[in-house]
């Protein structure tokens, strides 16, 4: 099942690219997902959804197969299995940014999706519908969350730096006035400097592979797709239960007229 699907954000497409490629923060953008580790440059997790009284929970893990800077194309391979074994999903999602304006960023969405279960029996008409709902959704929470703290941590971290350098100079000299003071021991002093660097410099080559990284984060709520693709699908079941209604009195008339 094919699905494309595009949005716009309020924001400079380097900006954009940065953001929507860094999966741990915009995960808590998505509805109804949950990102719970990381190891390496895998991304694992999970997706509530709900179907009337039935929750489904999608356990699984994405990582990307392509990230093309320079073009601002990224493509990730995700895939989940029903943790009550009732189905499963596998996606390849391809992104495209593009800009339109100086601060306005094109993203275009196409997605191969495969999946089985209850949620499969939407078809493809209903998961489009609630994609779009989604991913707008996404967006909101993506320009009203990351996109504005983002914006505001360079301006901190720029307001930081002169703290930090006048900083520097203050340590240097008062370093210079201790050896001013023990120029009595100035055999100690060369001594002390490589045994404090040493430590540093084993540290630094034995520092053992990152692992896996828990990522704590309060529950989220299941995507309701009745709800999601309600109006939808009341559209697209008028025709038939109007059909079914002109039938259904064709019948009676002919059936008194018998």
Not at 42 to 66: D, N
Not at 126 to 143: G, H, I, M, P, Y
Not at 208 to 229: F, T, Y
Request: aromatic share 4%.
């Amino acid at each position: 099942m094919e699905l494309t699907n595009d949005f716009t954000v309020n924001a400079p497409i380097d900006t954009a690219w940065d953001t929507l490629t860094d999966v741990e923060r915009i995960a808590p953008c998505l509805p109804g997902a949950q990102l719970t580790e990381i190891e390496g440059d895998t991304y694992r997790g999970l997706v509530k959804v709900k179907v009337g009284p039935i929750t489904a929970q999608f356990k699984g893990q994405a990582s990307f197969v392509e990230k093309d800077t320079e073009q601002h194309r990224a493509v990730l391979k995700a895939e989940g299995r029903d943790t009550g074994g009732k189905g499963n999903a596998s996606a390849l999602i391809t992104a495209q940014l593009e800009p339109i304006a100086s601060d306005v960023t094109k993203v275009t969405v196409a997605t191969d999706l495969t999946i089985t279960g209850k949620v499969a029996q939407f078809g493809r008409g209903a998961l489009a519908d609630v994609s779009e709902k989604l991913l707008k959704q996404f967006v909101t929470n993506l320009e009203s969350t990351v996109l504005t703290n983002g914006a505001a941590a360079p301006a901190a971290a720029a307001a930081a730096v002169p703290a930090d350098a006048a900083a520097e100079p203050a340590a240097a000299s008062g370093d210079a006035v201790v050896a001013g003071n023990g120029s009595a021991t100035a055999s100690d002093a060369p001594a002390a400097t490589p045994a404090a660097a040493a430590p540093a410099s084993t540290a630094t080559a034995e520092a053992p592979a990152p692992g896996v990284r828990k990522i704590e984060s309060a529950p989220v709520e299941p995507i309701d797709l009745l709800d999601a693709a309600g109006a939808p699908l009341i559209k697209r079941l008028l025709p038939l239960i109007g059909g079914a209604v002109v039938l259904f009195v064709v019948w009676r008339i002919l059936r008194r007229r018998g």
